[in-house]
């Protein structure tokens, strides 16, 4: 989870970044006390970019939503599978008061869940943000080691996708959230290696807690796979998870 967490906050910093300004939001007045590092620390590879194993659909799902990038109303967000200089970490940990239960030698082999498997068999994934209209799209490929009934997308998989495509609408919103909780209906389910669309939205903020739902479709727009809604908590720097 704090894999996914700090890549979500470099995310972050990637989409409110502006010239000369390299640092977290984490560390904006209000929101913690994290010291800025340079966007330098960053030296992986962006997942979110087209790949060999993408899908026909994908790419062309891919390059609709950067032509609507390119006025500005839509911002792409990359993503990493995470590698931390120990600087990093420690910011971390401050954040959580000390509380990560993981030694420092594990924290710096850990990766992030979504980004772990190899190119194609697990989650290829996009997201893109639209601030004005507080939503975030995911365009997303489940690949074959991501199958639950034969043929088809693990709901749990597809749970993870509405997961963090969620918890990126309100992070983009609000900074570090944790997920409370998620609510799913499956309606149809995902061929696996098709392509669907998540379409989430901020509906609500209320103090820390932040109300985000979706739709999950196929390409075509014709079928209606998933709703989910989720509820996501905003994190006090300084307060122990545990
Ligand atoms: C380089 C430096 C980087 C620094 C990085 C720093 C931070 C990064 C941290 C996070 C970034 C996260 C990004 C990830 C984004 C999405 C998540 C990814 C998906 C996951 O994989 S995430 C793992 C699964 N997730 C959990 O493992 C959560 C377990 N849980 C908890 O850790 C606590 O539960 C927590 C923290 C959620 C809240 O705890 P808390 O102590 O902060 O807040 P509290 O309990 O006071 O609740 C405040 C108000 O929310 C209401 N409320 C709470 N829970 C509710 C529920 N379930 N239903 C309805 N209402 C609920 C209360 O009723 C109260 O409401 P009210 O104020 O009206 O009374």
Redesign the pocket.
């Known amino acids: 989870?704090?894999r996914?967490?700090?890549a979500?906050?470099r995310t972050l910093r990637v989409l409110r970044r502006q010239p000369g300004d390299a640092r977290?939001p984490?560390s904006q007045p209000g929101s913690g006390k994290?010291r800025s590092?340079s966007f330098e620390d960053v030296t992986e590879k962006d997942q979110a970019l087209p790949k060999p194993s993408w899908s026909k659909d994908l790419r062309l799902l891919f390059d609709k939503f950067m032509k609507k990038c390119e006025d500005g109303s839509w911002k792409r967000l990359p993503s990493y599978k995470t590698s931390y200089t120990t600087s990093?970490i420690q910011?971390?940990r401050a954040?959580?008061s000390g509380s990560i239960p993981l030694k420092e030698e594990l924290m710096s082999q850990a990766r992030l869940f979504t980004r772990s498997f190899e190119d194609g068999l697990g989650f290829e994934y996009v997201m893109f943000y639209n601030d004005d209209e507080k939503r975030v799209v995911c365009i997303c490929q489940g690949g074959l080691y991501l199958q639950g009934p034969p043929g088809f997308l693990h709901g749990g998989a597809l749970a993870t996708l509405i997961?963090?495509t969620l918890?990126?609408n309100?992070?983009v919103a609000g900074g570090?959230?944790?997920?409370?909780?998620l609510d799913i209906s499956f309606k149809r389910p995902v061929p696996l290696c098709s392509v669907v669309v998540i379409n989430s939205q901020l509906d609500k903020v209320?103090?820390?807690?932040f109300f985000v739902s979706c739709n999950v479709r196929s390409v075509d727009e014709q079928t209606l796979h998933t709703e989910g809604t989720g509820?996501?908590?905003k994190?006090?720097p300084g307060?122990s998870?545990i």
């Open positions: 989870m704090l996914s967490c700090a979500r906050l977290l984490g994290l590092f990093t910011d971390i954040f959580f997961d963090i918890g990126t309100a992070m570090p959230v944790m997920t409370a909780n209320e103090g820390r807690k509820l996501f908590i994190l006090e307060k998870l």
